[in-house]
């Protein structure tokens, strides 16, 4: 009977050694994030939750680039004038920033949810307030590019990733327009 009770009470041991043993175990492993570098509270329970949080962050960085591609074309355009009016003409170079400026411009009115139709910067209604002035020389076009590309720098600013602006799709039509005056006319 002695023995008997002592090998339950040696069972009893084991068994509490190992439910402690295990105990410890899981939790040092659940405080471990599954993916290194993010907390267990960040981990997405879902796919969806996954999916959606992935889609966010694209759109976070999508309209960062957005902006920045505003500020260079706001850039581009400040340089162009400068040359010209320092030049009195077109170099090859600015040449190339025209075209640069024109690619720029073009990928943020897609950006802002504009058609790839060229028919909709030629239908642009009179009534609008970002509208080119018209250009008699090449200076005045010059003057009216750097003023148009602020403009739709402060319109591409006002955005969010969530709206899509009228006023900023019309103002990067008119960049548009004044870009493919210059470099055609040239």
Sequence with gaps: MILRSIRISFCIVLAAA???VSAFAQSSSNSDPLIPGREKNEQP???KEYLAKQRTEKDKKDHEELL?????AAVLSEELETAFTKNNQL???DQVKLD????LVTKIRKNLGADDDDEEIEEMPKNAVAQPKAASSLEQAFNELKDMTGILVDEVKKTTR????AMAIQTSNS????VRFLRFRK
């Design 91 to 93: 170099t090859a170079a």
């Design 45 to 47: 329970k879902t796919i």
């Design 175 to 178: 960049v548009l327009k004044l």
């Design 18 to 20: 190992a439910l402690s």
């Design 68 to 72: 920045k591609r505003a500020e260079e």
């Design 162 to 165: 969530f709206t899509v602006s």
């Design 100 to 103: 640069s400026l024109e690619k």
